[in-house]
């Protein structure tokens, strides 16, 4: 079923929805009212449809799954809820658990499904090169992999044209780090507190959130440095971002002048003449902040960072892991929504909408220099099944406008949700860009101290039982992210809001009690 044809479908659903809410009698009179009484804040908002029925759940029961995680699978207590859910099966934005219950999907796995759960172009695809060839390595040459190779390329600017395959984002990051230092001859590399890049070894040292770090040594040679948050950071006014939605603080720059951005730029040259060599081999940004909860930095500012890493004979490398393919809408990769020019992106995480692939895209010149020092090789990196899936998602981000879809459905998302920072004084800021929209929870507007972890929890908790997921991240988790498929539609913002609206609510009523 096309996209269009899903949008009209539910837009038509919500707005006979809402033509029966407003006409239900009042509850004490007998005349009819357009509005919506006090009790509606308490009734579980009404799904939109789905045109598709899970199958049965047959397999282990849901003690025994406990059962084996406890016994069999890492200690590392990672899972949300109180109780995990016990997932089936997924259709585009949809998730359904081993009790059939259906969920709006509005974190992908982690901003990794790009383009739906179980895209039915996307599986065919991976259904049939399975029967065709898995595996080969890079040892033998194969189609789908030069094939996949072009298009990619050509989604990238000159002179990014080289294109090193590989599994994960950590792996992508892993392999850019050594590349920055090949290419520079240098080792110092910086990146921004509240930045994530990573949680192997290597890349633990340039992942400055709290709970990632360890005692154990690891990532040397990695200085962090001031995260630009016109937030919650020291300085921020009201033009800072590249966002529908700016912060509450006030300001009296001029459009053009930002003296938060200028601020921020003096904590980074002192990074630089304090923290690490006079040359020094690169650094690490997210377009916008992922796992630090969608901060985003002032306009103008990663292009003066860039300026500043070059004059010390570093090269700049955009993380697009989580920004990349279209997600933010007004263009397809984060680093262009910044003006800026990188000299290495990786890529992983949309890449394959949930299948395990990830790239680095370099220059000649930079490959040239790795290829002098290291045999890089990888066995699994660019195999034909995941080149078939990636050149499958390029296509259909394509033909079917997904990234027109983040940009419009996006900016409808951020606009509608910054209502909630006016209403609820726990709600202290809305950002984002395009499918990627962090909601931040405060004790007050004032003090903008993180909401305590076991309120939002609590609220985390609501959103899910109305049949909502929504993601969590900031150094206190206390920031709610939103990143959907790009195949959402406006008719499934307003039920997420909804819901939002509503647990948020409950919550307030449990705070008076």
């Keep these: 079923m096309s996209l269009a044809w899903r949008n009209f479908q539910k837009a038509f659903y919500l707005e006979t929805s809402l033509r029966i809410l407003q006409m239900r009698p009042s509850l004490s009179s007998g005349a009819f009212r ?39 699978l890492s200690p590392v207590d990672v899972a949300y809820f109180q109780k995990p859910l016990l997932l089936h099966q997924g259709h585009m934005e949809w998730l359904f658990d081993s009790e059939g219950k259906r969920y709006l999907d509005f974190f992908s796995g982690i901003v990794t499904v790009s383009v739906g759960h179980c895209h039915p172009k996307v599986t065919a695809v991976a259904k049939k090169q399975m029967d065709r060839l898995w595996h080969t390595s890079s040892l033998f040459f194969h189609s789908p992999m030069h094939e996949y190779a072009e298009k990619l390329s050509a989604r990238l600017p000159e002179p990014l044209k080289v294109i090193f395959l590989v599994n994960s984002g950590s792996e992508a990051n892993d392999l850019a780090m050594m590349m920055a230092r090949a290419y520079s001859n240098h080792t110092d590399i910086i990146s921004f507190r509240g930045a994530y890049h990573g949680c192997s070894p290597y890349t633990l040292g340039l992942t400055n959130v709290g709970i990632y770090k360890t005692e154990v040594p690891g990532g040397i040679g990695c200085q ?30 001029a459009p053009d002048c930002c003296q938060a951005k200028e601020r921020y730029i003096e904590q980074f040259k002192d990074t630089l003449n304090t923290s690490v060599a006079k040359s020094i081999a ?57 003006d800026v020019m990188p000299d290495i992106v990786t890529m992983a995480k949309g890449i394959g909408n949930g299948f395990p692939m990830a790239a680095v895209v370099t220059t000649p010149e930079i490959a040239k220099s790795l290829a002098k020092c290291l045999l890089h090789f990888s066995t699994f990196g660019g195999n034909p099944l995941a080149c078939a899936i990636g050149s499958a998602v390029l296509e259909v981000i394509e033909e079917e406008n997904l990234q027109k879809n983040s940009q419009e459905v996006g900016t409808y998302m951020l606009l509608k949700f910054a209502k909630l920072r006016d209403e609820f004084d726990i709600v202290g800021d809305v950002r984002g860009k395009g499918l990627m929209v962090g909601i931040e929870m405060v004790q007050d507007k004032i003090s903008r101290q993180p909401l305590p972890k076991t309120e939002v929890n609590q609220i985390h908790e609501d959103c899910k039982d109305m049949g909502l997921i929504v993601g969590r991240g900031g150094n206190f988790s206390q920031t709610f992210r939103i990143a959907p498929s790009m195949c959402v539609t406006k008719p499934e913002v307003d039920f997420a809001f909804e819901v939002f609206r509503s647990a948020l609510t409950q919550h307030m009523e449990r705070r008076a009690k």
């Design 34 to 72: 357009i509005s919506v009484p006090k009790l509606a804040l308490h009734t579980k908002p009404s799904m939109p449809p789905c045109d598709f029925s899970p199958e049965k759940y047959q397999s282990l029961a849901y003690s025994r799954a406990l059962e084996i995680h406890k016994h069999h």
């Design 224 to 253: 962090s440095t001031m995260c630009p948050d016109v937030f919650r950071g020291p300085w921020g006014g009201s033009h800072c971002r590249d966002s529908p939605v700016q912060t509450v603080r006030k300001c009296s720059c």
């Design 282 to 338: 690169g650094f690490f940004a997210e377009p916008i902040q992922g796992v630090n909860g969608v901060v985003q930095y002032p306009k103008e500012f990663l292009k003066e960072a860039f300026a500043l890493v070059r004059e010390r004979g570093g090269v700049c490398i955009a993380d697009e892991v989580q920004t990349g393919f279209g997600r933010l809408g007004s263009h397809f990769w984060g680093f262009q929504t910044h």
